[in-house]
């Protein structure tokens, strides 16, 4: 089998890359480790920049977007029992959209089916050989048998734990990494939620974070220790904690119910540089991690896609490589501002395992200050909303 561009992954980048690229007429195949079921299954971002739901539009999968998002203007914040707005309209004029990674992911699915483009599922043992030269292929098996397929370039889409990251030489790569010492707990629960906005709370016991899906459909997170199982997190004692860390008017206000689904996801920063080696071009969560504070994850993984798409079409349509050449410096720099952000927030919301007392009153001033500065709060919302591409 030959086709122009192989992806590998089929999370939300490979997925977006993929139809982006078919409506300009270039041939993508993606080959995905998991069911879709599974795929689909997971329950991960929430919040999207306006820059992602452009890219979407772009895309033309736009249309339930559209329909069933909630635009967003602003967020709350919280220190202790002092809850102040960050209104993104009022300061810049923009807001976010609140849309899950999970129907963004099925929109996608469904647009790639409708087209006839090919996606494999369940492919194991996937290399990728000749990423320095003109001529690179990969090999996978799929149902006991090994297959082959060669293309003009790779796109590595497969998320932290992918392959094509470690494709590239030792001796090439530059990974940077901070692990906190913390996870966060989450749980989705069909209840009404709490606030019309998000509600991201630093507290004495730790940080939660009110957020949401529709109005009948509730995302809450806590900040728990690593070693922390979902098994010892009753429902109850979630809704009692977050009660907790939250403003006692909205812990007064907290409708509950059974969760219907509870993870805990580890903090991470990672970054690994170039992006870009030979014939093969790293996007989302292949090169880069962030904390989930402030939702840069899947916004990030899309500028990336952003980058990469024109990219390919100027060398496809133009024979123009310029684009290609760029692309590793181009995402990177939006990369790190993300990144630097989603660590930013991080360290003022949480609380640290061996955190001083003088510590915790610079967390106290900053979020004060964030509070009576409309400089400071018009910076937290350029990066929020996201910086442009
Ligand atoms: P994904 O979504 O991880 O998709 C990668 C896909 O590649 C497949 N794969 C392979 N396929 C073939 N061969 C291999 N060898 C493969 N290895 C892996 C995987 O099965 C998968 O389908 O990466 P992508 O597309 O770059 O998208 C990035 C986003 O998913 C990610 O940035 C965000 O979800 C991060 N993230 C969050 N971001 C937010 O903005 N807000 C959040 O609340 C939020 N919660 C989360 C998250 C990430 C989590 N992970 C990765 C642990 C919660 C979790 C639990
Ligand atoms: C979510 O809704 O899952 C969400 C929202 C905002 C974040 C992180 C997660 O910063």
């Not at 990251?165 to 989705?188: A, D, M």
């Not at 024109?310 to 939006?334: T, V």
Request: some cysteine; overall charge negative; proline content about 4%.
């Amino acid at each position: 089998m030959r086709i122009q561009v192989a992806i590998i992954g089929g999370g939300p980048s490979g997925l977006l890359l993929g139809q982006l690229l078919h409506r300009q007429g270039i041939e993508t195949v993606i080959l995905e480790r998991q069911t879709r079921d599974h795929v689909l299954g997971r329950i991960r971002a929430g919040i999207l920049e306006k820059g992602t739901a452009s890219l979407m539009r772009e895309a033309g999968v736009a249309d339930r977007m559209e329909r069933e998002c909630l635009i967003h203007d602003g967020i709350m914040l919280s220190y202790g029992n002092d809850p102040f707005e960050i209104n993104f309209r009022q300061l810049i004029q923009s807001s976010v959209i609140v849309y899950g990674q999970t129907e963004l992911t099925y929109d996608l699915y469904h647009a790639r089916e409708a087209n006839n483009a090919k996606t494999v599922f369940g492919v194991e043992e996937v290399r990728l050989y000749n990423l320095d030269r003109p001529s690179p292929y990969v090999t996978y098996r799929h149902r006991g048998q090994d297959r082959h397929i060669d293309c003009d370039f790779i796109a590595g889409c497969d998320g932290f734990h992918g392959i094509s990251r470690q494709s590239v030489p030792r001796s090439i790569r530059r990974e940077y990494e901070k692990v906190y010492p913390f996870g966060w707990l989450g749980i989705l629960s069909e209840t009404p939620p709490v606030n019309d906005e998000l509600i991201y709370a630093s507290s004495e016991r730790g940080f939660a974070l009110c957020s949401m899906r529709n109005p009948n459909l509730s995302r809450y997170y806590i900040q728990c220790a690593l070693s922390d199982t979902v098994h010892e997190w009753s429902d109850n004692d979630f809704w009692d904690e977050l009660r907790r860390r939250i403003p006692a008017s909205k812990a007064e206000a907290l409708v509950t119910g059974p969760s219907i689904e509870k993870s805990i996801a580890p903090l991470r920063s990672f970054v690994t540089e170039p992006m870009h080696w030979g014939r093969l071009f790293l996007c989302g969560d292949a090169a880069h991690i962030v904390p989930p504070t402030g939702a840069k994850g899947l916004n990030t993984a899309v500028s990336d896609v952003n980058y990469l798409y024109l990219a390919l079409i100027a060398h496809f349509q133009e024979g123009d490589n310029e684009g290609l050449d760029r692309y590793s410096e181009q995402a990177l720099l939006r990369v790190w501002k993300a990144e630097r952000f989603s660590w930013w927030f991080t360290n003022l919301m949480h609380r640290f395992p061996d955190q001083s007392q003088f510590d915790r009153k610079m967390q106290r001033a900053e979020i004060t200050f964030l509070r009576d500065s409309t400089s400071a709060q018009t910076v937290m919302a350029q990066n929020y909303v996201g910086l442009p591409y």
